[in-house]
Nanobody, 121 residues
């Protein structure tokens, strides 16, 4: 089985920073894409940022210039550096990955349990 575990959430003041981490573990052959989604109360889950195995990235317009996604392939880990945080960034952040397991030709979509980010004064 493959498991995604997020960490790094917490309470910060507006203008502050947080760094989220998501580590994938299990029988992993390749991780094609990793990303972060978030869901605020009363809102739909939305893509925040994603990165492919080739290093291509995309961001939601609301976080461009403030958030940076990166990955460490050796550690099967993706990071989200969040700077100049705003109250509207408050949400549960979920890690997502498309992973091909060892001895399996198919890639599958996996989700972490989420980590809460609260931006408030």
């Amino acid at each position: 089985q493959v498991q995604l575990v997020e960490s790094g959430g917490g309470l910060v003041q507006p203008g502050g920073s947080l760094r989220l981490s998501c580590a994938a573990s299990g029988s992993i052959f390749s991780i094609y894409r990793m990303g972060w989604y978030r869901q605020a109360p009363g809102k739909q889950r939305e893509l925040v940022a994603a990165i492919t195995s080739g290093g291509s990235t995309n961001y939601a317009d609301s976080v461009k210039g403030r958030f940076t996604i990166s990955r460490d392939n050796a550690k099967n880990t993706v990071y989200l550096q969040m700077n100049r945080l705003k109250p509207e960034d408050t949400a549960v952040y979920y890690c997502n990955a498309v992973i091909q397991e060892r001895y399996d030709l198919n890639g599958m979509d996996y989700w972490g349990k989420g980590t809460l980010v609260t931006v408030s004064s």
